[in-house]
């Protein structure tokens, strides 16, 4: 069974930044698909980015440009750098793991991009 933790909650400034950080219970990035989701308030769940089990990275059209997903294997972490963080980035976000038909959730953490 597969766990996952998140952590970055945030609260930062338009234009600010901010970094989210995946840790994966044991040595699964290399074997699974890791991604981020985010659900703003009142809309539903929205893919945000992957990176494939061989590193291939592919984001959402809505952050490309901002946004970069990445991974270090040997720490069992998948991170979110996000930059140029608008309003409309206000959401919580969900990391996944998915190998063929089994997926698991990270619990989502809050980030909050106000003035």
């Known amino acids: 069974h597969v766990q996952l933790v998140v952590s970055g909650v945030g609260l930062v400034q338009p234009v600010g930044s901010l970094i989210l950080f995946c840790a994966a219970s044991?040595?699964?990035?290399?074997?699974?698909?890791m991604a981020w989701y985010r659900q703003a308030p009142g809309k539903h769940l929205e893919w945000v980015a992957h990176i494939t089990t061989g590193g291939t990275a592919n984001n959402a059209d809505y952050v490309k440009g901002r946004f970069i997903i990445s991974r270090d294997s040997a720490k069992n972490t998948m991170y979110l750098q996000m930059n140029s963080l608008k309003p409309d980035d206000t959401a919580v976000y969900y990391c996944?793991?998915?190998?063929?038909?089994?997926?698991?959730w990270g619990q989502g953490t809050q980030v909050f991009v106000s003035s």
């Open positions: 044991g040595s699964i990035l290399s074997i699974y698909t």
């Open positions: 996944k793991a998915t190998r063929g038909p089994n997926g698991y």
